[in-house]
């Protein structure tokens, strides 16, 4: 039977989670928006001829994302801890969405600043959530722990997809609502998790680490941890690593490029998210609707794909609960390029031998048959994506670095996935519309290449404690350089202490005499 900290543990590691709703509700919510004929009249946009400034609207939000990651999330949660980081990031979340929501009638510069702010807000919690969660969890469930948050991602999507669905399904009435509705709901989660942060301890390795408080260590460890006896073994592991790390390697960031294990983490962390959205993941998530339309015309239509697609994510990610600490990352990762690979060469093939069917508009789409097919083939993309690109790459990428540039390191690597998103973009809808479905052969490529890479390049890390885990890239165990440190400080200490007790016997001798 699961103990109550047991239970307790996973309670605030889920609410830490929960970060990641705001990242998948957001990437879904604009591609919802712009599906509203009601949006693009609000703002006086046209899909054709304002493409350019649309696909800007999609990259403001990711230009916040990156600058938080690289500048202000890891500073941050370092500095002021990581519920802070996480609480900050929800605030302007939330103060974003107002912005977006509530933007004036033709003001698409109120909208684009509000996609700014929340792209920075998620930068922040997308820093802090993950630090949190691989810092308090136990090595031998971190990574079925880990996998939430890439579920929380899919949560966020369900959400936002569903609400587009019932919009949609509703415009008639809802007049400009339909998609102000969808933007509005970003705000709940955000709110929820304000409310429940106060009341959940701050990581153990930050008191540690910023203040050198260990008894607060001690208290939060008491909390999630079964026995004192495992609360002592975990402050002292973490002691001996933050020993090490001050004395040996440096508190600052620059230990990034200055130790080569460190160096080498970073570069590996880079190829993976950057692989995250190569992979196809990304691309589809953004321009779905986009890759429908060339199979149906119908917006409900497409709406309910999204929504049901959104709703298989969650069940593909919890795969990765019984597959992350029994097989491996590496097993996942690389089954994951393959299945994704396989789906990316398909998918343009049925396209290429199947007939086009032209409509009444003019609009060259797919039969009805053929168009299941190629919905089938995608969500089965999914389920190869969501358990080992969508929730390993978060799982080996909060994992991998020392406690002095974790936070710094998992922010910077974490954005590396909107600058992939972002470069990408910016050419993909004039690489579909020029090439159609023939542009997924692109992914098929990157997929393969990147299982390549994996089997090669990557070690494992599974059940591997945060402050060992250096020996895999060649650096030093943390655990072990800093035991010795304590232990000679603890013999210098006691030296000195003995010294002055023969001091005092000698004058209190003399006094006496």
């Known amino acids: ?9 996973w309670y605030i590691a889920l609410v830490a989670a929960m970060c990641m709703v705001l990242y998948g509700y957001d990437a879904s919510v604009f591609n919802a928006a712009q599906g509203s ?7 006086d946009l046209d899909t054709k001829a304002d493409a350019n400034l649309i696909g800007l609207v999609n990259t403001a939000y990711t230009i916040g994302a990156i ?5 202000f999330g890891g500073p941050t949660a370092d500095y002021f801890g990581r519920r802070i980081g996480m609480a900050i990031g929800c605030i302007l979340t939330i103060a974003a969405t107002f912005m977006q929501a509530f933007a004036p009638y033709h003001n698409l510069g109120c909208f684009i600043g509000g996609r700014v702010l929340i792209g920075i807000g998620q930068g922040m919690a997308l820093t802090a959530g993950p630090i949190y969660i691989g810092e308090v969890s136990p090595p031998e469930i971190r990574g079925q722990i880990m996998t939430f948050w890439q579920m929380f991602y899919s949560v966020g999507s369900f959400i936002a997809y569903w609400i587009a669905y019932a919009c949609s399904a509703n415009k008639a009435r809802l007049g400009n609502w339909d998609w102000r509705m969808v933007v509005i709901f970003q705000m709940l989660v955000p709110l929820v998790i304000l409310v429940l942060l106060p009341f959940q301890p701050e990581s153990p390795r930050w008191w540690i680490k910023r203040h050198g408080n260990v008894d607060e260590a001690r208290k939060a460890l008491r909390q999630i941890r079964e026995t004192e006896a495992e609360v002592e073994l975990e402050v002292l592991a973490i002691r001996e690593a933050v020993e090490f790390e001050n004395e040996a390697v440096g508190g600052s960031y620059k230990a990034l490029f200055k130790d080569p294990s460190v160096r080498k983490r970073l570069y590996l962390a880079f190829v993976l998210n950057v692989g995250q959205q190569l992979s196809g993941q990304g691309t589809l998530n953004s321009y779905s609707s986009a890759i429908y339309k060339t199979v149906w015309t119908s917006t409900e239509t497409i709406n309910l794909i999204n929504a049901l ?7 593909f990610t919890l795969n990765a609960v019984w597959t992350a600490d029994r097989f491996g990352r590496r097993w996942l990762f690389i089954v994951g390029a393959i299945g994704m690979g396989i789906c990316m060469l398909i998918v343009p093939v049925v396209g290429m031998t199947t007939p086009d069917v ?3 508009g003019g609009t060259a789409t797919k039969t009805q048959p053929v168009g299941i097919g190629i919905v089938f083939l995608l969500f089965l993309f999914i389920f190869f994506y969501k358990p080992s690109w969508g929730a390993t790459t978060w799982i080996w990428t ?3 670095f020392s406690m002095n540039v974790r936070a710094q390191a998992v922010g910077m690597c974490s954005q590396m996935q909107n600058v992939a998103n972002t470069v990408f973009g ?3 809808p004039i690489f579909l519309a020029n090439t159609g479905l023939k542009c997924l052969f692109f992914f098929m490529a990157a997929n393969f290449l990147l299982a ?5 390049c990557v070690p494992e890390t599974m059940r591997v404690p945060l402050e060992e885990i250096d020996t895999l890239f060649g650096g030093q165990n943390h655990v072990e350089k800093g035991e010795q440190m304590l232990n000679a400080a603890d013999a210098h200490h006691a030296s000195e202490k003995n010294g002055l007790d023969v001091q005092q016997r000698e004058t209190t001798r003399e006094i006496d005499v």
Request: hydrophobic share 55%; with cysteine.
């Open 1 to 9: 039977m699961v103990s109550s900290k047991r239970l307790y543990n």
């Open 67 to 71: 600058v938080a990651g690289w500048f």
């Open 358 to 360: 032209i409509g009444a």
């Open 426 to 428: 910016q050419f993909f």
């Open 309 to 315: 697609n959104a709703t298989c994510g969650i069940l």
């Open 37 to 43: 004929d009601n949006w693009l009249e609000w703002f």
């Open 398 to 400: 909060s994992e991998v």
């Open 452 to 456: 390549v890479f994996v089997w090669f």
